[in-house]
């Protein structure tokens, strides 16, 4: 069983900085590609940040120069770091993950950029 555990969420000022973290745990076969998507309230889930095995690292337009995903393959940990956030970067963030045997989701996180 895959879980994907999100943590790192809050209440940041305009022009601040979060850095969200994603755990994954289980048996976990080839992956195909992981990252993050956020869902603002009414709003549809958006890809944020991808990340394909074998492949390149891509940002939706909104966040490109703020948000960077990294990972940490020694902690099976899979990181989105925030700076100058804004109050549209209101949302649940989620973590996936795409092996060859699924499509995993960890259970959000919320992150509110307000004054």
């Known amino acids: 069983q895959v879980q994907l555990l999100e943590s790192g969420g809050g209440l940041v000022q305009p022009g601040g900085s979060l850095r969200l973290s994603c755990v994954v745990s289980?048996?976990?076969?080839?992956?195909?590609?992981m990252g993050w998507y956020r869902q603002a309230p009414g709003m549809s889930r958006d890809l944020v940040a991808s990340?394909?095995?074998?492949?390149?690292?891509q940002y939706a337009d909104s966040v490109k120069g703020r948000l960077t995903l990294s990972r940490d393959d020694a902690k099976n940990t899979l990181y989105l770091q925030m700076n100058s956030l804004k109050p549209e970067d209101t949302a649940v963030y989620y973590c996936?993950?795409?092996?060859?045997?699924?499509?995993?989701w960890g259970q959000g996180t919320q992150v509110t950029v307000s004054a």
């Open positions: 990340h394909a095995w074998g492949g390149g690292t």
């Open positions: 996936y993950l795409v092996t060859v045997r699924g499509h995993y």
């Open positions: 289980g048996s976990i076969a080839s992956i195909n590609n």
